[in-house]
């Protein structure tokens, strides 16, 4: 798709994405819901199929899951810039919509974060920190474990997903007992899905 | 030891970053190995390999990295920059966890077109995210142990990650919620627990 954008509405992600900053609690991936909303639905800057795509390609991708942001950012600057048709030439809006997009994201939240935890670095005896430190203990630690059972619960049929289930299990399980090396783990499991196998 | 070379925390990690192109490229290293999720290599790499955190300080960043809005790992990355070096280094492990990344995800994006629903590679997605979601619960399974320690006592602990669960994993309440709710109660007992045993010291 093709679209136009003018400086006003750069200004206008820039903005919606540094409010959505503050709002990413729990993760980026968190705000994805509301950008969908304002981006697809009521903006048209992108298509339904390529929010997805972007999401999809940045969780295959290494690195963390914040990297969607960028992909949508890219999207959004290549479609501004004549589509996919354009090739190169839609690149450098497409690099303007990375650098907005991700910029927006990241720069209230972090700020946030290293003053935050500067002052609780330097004040890191009084009860207050320490009781915060010892009370989430326990529910973050819950909580990775909750993560691993949502994303195998999104395969939710027993007949053809066994195997899938059998492979999160095992590769649990060499993580948790030896010192393999996870990206052999990774590409097995890449393999063992391209062949088709689980 | 000279006090240049101890922690500024003087906790017992046992390691430290040499420099901020260390950090730097410890980052990229890591964040590289981080598909489906990078948390499980921070685990792997700065904790059981390099040994720049222990067991136990991990979970207290971890913990607060996650309340904190924001990506959880950009967020860790700032924090564990920014405790050997400041800002600098706090830039500097965020720029390798985000730059080469960042690259390759706009590569991919690139050539996703030629490739887009193939069946090889939506297969190797799946096989993918398959192994990425035991990584992260083994991620959790290691870090149990941290709980030792806990002054709430081992029982309470055990409570409190059983309710976590169980909101989250069989429930799917939202994450703030349960953040708020039972994250709350958790730290108003740990502030409870930490009065006695400093009374239990003094006595």
């Known amino acids: 798709m093709s679209i136009t954008l003018h400086a006003n509405d750069w200004l206008q992600i820039f903005l919606h994405f540094l409010m959505l900053s503050l709002l990413a609690v729990g993760g980026a991936i968190t705000t994805a819901p509301d950008m969908h909303r304002y981006l697809v639905t009521q903006q048209a800057w992108l298509t339904d199929a390529q929010f997805t795509a972007s999401i999809a390609l940045a969780q295959?991708?290494?690195?963390?899951?914040?990297?969607?942001?960028?992909?949508?950012?890219?999207?959004?600057?290549?479609?501004?810039?004549?589509?996919?048709?354009?090739?190169?030439?839609?690149?450098?809006?497409?690099?303007?919509?990375?650098?907005?997009?991700?910029?927006?994201?990241?720069?209230?939240?972090?700020?946030?974060?290293?003053?935050?935890?500067?002052?609780?670095?330097?004040?890191?005896?009084?009860?207050?920190?320490?009781?915060?430190?010892?009370?989430?203990?326990?529910?973050?630690?819950?909580?990775?474990?909750?993560?691993?059972?949502?994303?195998s619960a999104a395969h939710d049929n027993p007949e053809r997903d066994w195997r899938l289930w059998l492979l999160t299990l095992v590769s649990a399980l060499l993580v948790w007992r030896t010192k393999l090396h996870l990206l052999w783990m990774l590409g097995a499991g890449a393999v063992l899905g391209a062949m088709g196998w689980v | 030891m000279t006090p240049a070379q101890t922690r500024p925390d003087g906790a017992e990690a046992p390691a430290q970053p040499r420099s901020k192109t260390d950090l730097f490229l410890s980052f990229t290293w890591l964040a590289l190995q981080g598909f489906g999720g990078v948390l499980a290599v921070v685990q792997r790499e700065l904790v059981d390999k390099k040994r720049w955190l222990t067991r136990d300080q991990f979970?207290?960043?971890?913990?607060?990295?996650?309340?904190?809005?924001?990506?959880?790992?950009?967020?860790?990355?700032?924090?564990?920059?920014?405790?050997?070096?400041?800002?600098?280094?706090?830039?500097?492990?965020?720029?390798?966890?985000?730059?080469?990344?960042?690259?390759?995800?706009?590569?991919?994006?690139?050539?996703?077109?030629?490739?887009?629903?193939?069946?090889?590679?939506?297969?190797?997605?799946?096989?993918?995210?398959?192994?990425?979601?035991?990584?992260?619960?083994?991620?959790?399974?290691?870090?149990?142990?941290?709980?030792?320690?806990?002054?709430?006592?081992?029982?309470?602990?055990?409570?409190?990650?059983?309710?976590?669960?169980?909101?989250?994993?069989?429930?799917?309440?939202?994450?703030?919620?349960?953040?708020?709710?039972?994250?709350?109660?958790?730290?108003?007992?740990?502030?409870?627990?930490?009065?006695?045993?400093?009374?239990?010291?003094?006595?």
């Open chain 1, 60 to 151: 295959a991708a290494p690195g963390p899951n914040v990297l969607f942001v960028a992909l949508v950012g890219w999207t959004v600057g290549v479609n501004a810039g004549g589509g996919v048709a354009a090739g190169m030439a839609a690149w450098p809006l497409g690099a303007l919509g990375v650098f907005l997009t991700m910029a927006a994201i990241l720069l209230p939240s972090s700020t946030l974060t290293y003053v935050a935890t500067r002052w609780a670095h330097h004040n890191r005896e009084r009860r207050e920190v320490k009781a915060f430190k010892q009370g989430m203990a326990p529910i973050v630690i819950a909580l990775l474990i909750a993560t691993g059972w949502v994303l």
């Open chain 2, 59 to 203: 979970v207290e960043d971890w913990a607060v990295a996650q309340i904190l809005p924001g990506p959880n790992v950009v967020n860790l990355s700032l924090m564990i920059g920014g405790r050997y070096f400041g800002l600098p280094g706090a830039l500097a492990a965020l720029a390798g966890m985000l730059l080469a990344p960042l690259l390759v995800a706009v590569i991919l994006a690139v050539a996703f077109s030629s490739i887009a629903g193939a069946p090889a590679a939506l297969g190797a997605l799946r096989g993918m995210g398959a192994v990425a979601a035991g990584l992260i619960t083994a991620t959790g399974l290691k870090l149990i142990g941290a709980l030792q320690n806990n002054v709430m006592g081992r029982f309470v602990c055990w409570g409190f990650a059983a309710a976590t669960f169980v909101a989250i994993a069989l429930m799917r309440l939202p994450l703030a919620w349960v953040l708020l709710g039972l994250g709350s109660v958790a730290c108003l007992w740990a502030w409870r627990c930490l009065g006695e045993s400093l009374a239990g010291n003094k006595a």
